[in-house]
């Protein structure tokens, strides 16, 4: 989704919320996940003294097999996301978005910022045992005399 975001800059005070789903089909580009649901949008651009800020959410729902246990699981992902949208930086910055046009592409940075933050060691629990590396036992569920 490309946001137009003309109005916003051009007024301060001004408000423009989103709210929309990028849907799974999309998502499955992605490698190295699995998604179960649409990445789920919500939040506004505004325009305050005369700095556009965006926030937003984000919430998805991830199928995800234990790197540890193996153990198959769907686990559910939110988070939060705030930047200061500009239309143009004199040098390379990366602390901000930059809306050339006054258009801001939503879908790039919201895949962006969750990938970012999605977690590269996917666990079913913090304290996950894993598996007996000579039985194969799952050592959440029983133990094993293997490793004593």
Do not use: W
């Not at 499955?28 to 505004?46: M, R, V, W």
């Not at 390379?92 to 258009?103: G, K, L, V």
């Not at 969750?114 to 194969?136: A, F, N, Y």
């Amino acid at each position: 989704m490309k946001a137009d975001l003309r109005q916003v800059f051009n007024a301060a005070g001004m408000k423009k919320d989103i709210e929309y789903e990028i849907p799974v089909s999309e998502l499955e580009k992605i490698k190295g996940y699995s998604f179960s649901s649409p990445l789920k949008i919500k939040g506004s651009f505004y325009n305050r003294a005369d700095v556009v800020h965006m926030d937003y959410s984000a919430d998805v729902t991830l199928d995800i097999v234990c790197d540890r246990c193996l153990k198959e699981l769907e686990r559910d992902y939110h988070y939060d996301f705030k930047h200061i949208v500009v239309t143009s930086v004199n040098r390379d910055e990366d602390e901000y978005i930059i809306a050339e046009n006054y258009r801001a592409d939503v879908d790039e940075i919201a895949l962006s910022d969750m990938l970012l933050e999605l977690p590269t060691k996917l666990l079913c629990k913090d304290d996950c045992k894993g598996l007996c590396g000579v039985c194969g036992c799952d050592l959440n569920e029983s133990e094993c005399d293997c490793q004593k």
